[in-house]
C-alpha cells in the first residue's frame, strides 16, 4: 500500500519523522489507506512556504478574474471526479454514497460560486466630506491563512475554507481531520492541476495537538479557521492570541426544531428525522432538540418513533442503507455514553438505546437511531451536543415557552419551526437567537447564504459573500489631490 504524502512548497512529501497512519473504514474497520504522519515541524515548514508565496510570490497580486478562473477549473475537476470522490468519502466516513454524491455536488457549487465573485468585490468610494480629497475602501487578502477541518464533512468542510481563500488570493496551509484526510489529499491533487501555483496551497497530515497546536499559535500565520468541537475552538483561540490573528471558528451547535400543533404533521415527521438521522447524526446542525407543542406530542412521538423503528443500517455503498456507521470505537462509545447520561437523569428511551444485534454490522461502529423523551432543558442530554444519532424530546404548551426552550443553550448554530401560521412561523424566527433560521424544512444550507453561529456555535461565517470577507483586510485609501501648508507649526 503506497503511504499518501503531505504537500508542502509544491512537492509531496512524508512526515518529517517518517510516522505514519492507517486510515480504516468504519463499516468494517478494513484498512483502506496509509497516509504521512505529519508534526508541528511539518507544519511550521508549510507556514514558511505559504508566508513566502504571499510574500514573494505572484498569486496574492495576480488579477482577481484570473484566480477566479482557476477556482472554478478546480470545480470543473471535482465534477469530472464527483465518483472518485463520493467513494473516497463514504470509505472514509461511512456515510451512504448517495450523500457522498451530494456532497460532491455543494463543493462543486461552492468553488463556482467562489469564482464567480472573484474581482467582483472591489470596494467602494467614499464621499469624502473633505474638498479636493478622494477617498475609497478597497479589500486586501489577509495573508497567510491556516485552516482546520472536522471529520464529519471532511471535504465539504474544506471547501467553505479552501474556495473563498484562493478567491481573495491568500496562500493557506490545511490540516484535515487526521482520521478522514483521503478527499482532501485528492482535492489538492486536483487543485496542483488546475494550476495552483506551488506554496500558495499546502496540505499537512496529522494530529491536532501537534499540527494544529502549530497552526494556531504560529505568529507567522494571519488567519486560523477551525471547524470542530467547541473544547478545541476555546484552546485554538487561546494560542491565536500569539499574535491577534484573525478568527474564524465553527463550534457546533445543540439545535432546536420546534412543532407546532397546525404544521403539516406527516412532513414534520419525516423532517424530524432527515434533520438528525443523515450521517448517523454527526452534524453540527443536526436537529436534535425536538421541541413539540403539548396536544400533539404523544401523537407524534409515536408516528416518530414507529418510523425510526425501520430505518435500515448498513454499509453505505449497499443501496438500501439509510444509515452508517458512526466514525470511530472511540466516538461509538462516547454516543453510548450520552444516552446513558440521559437515562440516569430521567428521560425514557423510546427506541434505540444500543448496538444493533444484526450479525452483519458487528464489525461496524454502529448505534441504532435513538428516542429520548420526558426530556427537560436541565438535563446534559438536551444542553450538551450528542453527535450521534439521537433525538432529545421536550414538549410546550405556548409559542412564548417555545421560544424560551429553544433560546435556553449556550449554542446558537441554527434552529426550526413547524407551522401553517406565516406569523407565527416569523414571530419565531425573529426571536430565535441562532446563525440560522429554517421555517418549514431543516438542514438546508448552500453556497450563496452564510453559514456562522450565535453565542458558543462561533465567531465569523464562512459561505456567502460574507465567508468571502472572511479572508480579506479592510483599507482605507485617502488621497489629497491638491495638498497645501497647514502652516500650523513653526511659524516664523
Not at 463556482?112 to 475609497?136: C, V
Not at 492541476?193 to 497552526?215: C, K, M, Q, R
Request: net charge negative.
Amino acid at each position: 500500500m503506497n503511504i499518501q504524502k503531505q504537500l508542502i512548497g509544491g512537492k509531496w512529501v512524508l512526515s518529517s519523522s517518517n510516522e505514519t497512519r492507517e486510515i480504516i473504514n468504519p463499516f468494517n474497520q478494513e484498512i483502506i489507506a496509509e497516509v504521512a504522519e505529519g508534526n508541528a515541524e511539518d507544519a511550521k515548514q508549510a507556514i514558511q512556504a505559504a508566508r513566502e508565496a504571499f510574500d514573494k510570490g505572484e498569486w496574492s497580486r495576480t488579477l482577481a478574474t484570473e484566480r477566479g478562473k482557476l477556482v472554478r477549473k478546480i470545480a470543473s475537476l471535482i465534477e469530472r471526479d464527483k465518483e472518485e470522490l463520493a467513494r473516497l468519502e463514504s470509505l472514509d466516513t461511512g456515510k451512504t454514497v448517495d450523500e457522498s454524491r451530494d456532497d460532491m455536488d455543494g463543493i462543486a457549487d461552492v468553488f463556482h460560486y467562489y469564482a464567480d465573485l472573484a474581482g467582483k468585490n472591489k470596494g467602494e468610494m467614499i464621499d469624502s466630506p473633505i474638498p479636493n480629497t478622494i477617498s475609497k475602501i478597497v479589500r486586501e487578502p489577509v495573508g497567510v491563512c491556516a485552516q482546520i477541518t472536522p471529520w464529519n464533512y471532511p471535504l465539504l468542510q474544506a471547501s467553505w475554507k479552501l474556495a473563498p481563500a484562493l478567491a481573495a488570493g491568500n496562500t493557506l496551509v490545511m490540516k484535515p481531520s487526521e482520521i478522514t484526510p483521503l478527499t482532501t489529499i485528492k482535492v489538492f491533487e486536483l487543485m496542483e492541476e488546475a494550476g495552483i501555483p506551488a506554496g500558495v496551497t499546502n496540505l499537512v497530515l496529522g494530529a491536532g495537538s501537534s499540527v494544529g497546536d502549530e497552526l494556531s499559535k504560529n505568529t507567522a500565520v494571519d488567519l486560523i479557521s477551525f471547524t470542530g468541537g467547541i473544547e478545541t475552538g476555546k484552546k485554538v483561540m487561546q494560542a491565536a492570541s500569539s499574535n491577534v490573528k484573525k478568527l474564524a471558528l465553527e463550534l457546533g451547535g445543540k439545535n432546536p426544531n420546534i412543532i407546532f400543533a397546525d404544521a403539516d404533521f406527516e412532513t414534520a415527521v419525516d423532517q424530524a428525522m432527515n434533520g438528525v438521522f443523515f450521517h448517523a447524526g454527526q452534524i453540527c446542525s443536526a436537529g436534535a432538540r425536538l421541541i413539540v407543542e403539548e396536544s400533539i406530542h404523544d401523537k407524534f412521538v409515536d408516528a416518530l418513533v414507529k418510523r425510526v423503528r425501520n430505518i435500515k443500517l448498513g454499509s453505505g455503498f449497499d443501496q438500501n442503507t439509510e444509515m452508517g456507521p458512526l466514525i470511530s470505537a472511540e466516538h461509538l462509545e462516547k454516543v453510548a455514553n450520552y444516552v446513558e447520561t440521559g437515562l440516569k437523569e430521567g428521560a425514557k428511551l423510546a427506541v434505540g438505546g444500543g448496538k444493533p444485534e444484526d450479525a452483519a454490522l458487528k464489525d461496524g461502529f454502529f448505534y441504532l437511531p435513538t428516542v429520548l423523551v420526558d426530556c427537560t432543558t436541565d438535563m446534559d442530554v438536551v444542553q450538551h451536543e450528542g453527535f450521534g444519532p439521537v433525538i432529545t424530546v421536550e414538549k410546550f404548551s405556548t409559542e412564548e415557552k417555545a421560544i424560551h426552550l429553544a433560546n435556553d443553550s449556550v449554542y446558537g448554530l441554527s434552529g426550526g419551526v413547524w407551522t401553517e401560521d406565516i406569523a407565527k412561523a416569523e414571530r419565531c424566527a425573529a426571536q430565535m437567537r441562532m446563525g440560522t433560521v429554517w421555517i418549514n424544512d431543516f438542514n438546508v444550507f448552500f453556497a450563496q447564504a452564510p453559514w456562522g453561529g450565535y453565542k458558543q456555535s462561533g465567531i465569523g461565517h464562512e459561505l456567502g459573500t460574507k465567508g468571502l470577507e472572511e479572508y480579506t483586510e479592510t483599507k482605507h485609501i485617502y488621497h489629497n489631490i491638491d495638498p497645501q501648508p497647514m502652516n500650523w507649526f513653526g511659524k516664523n
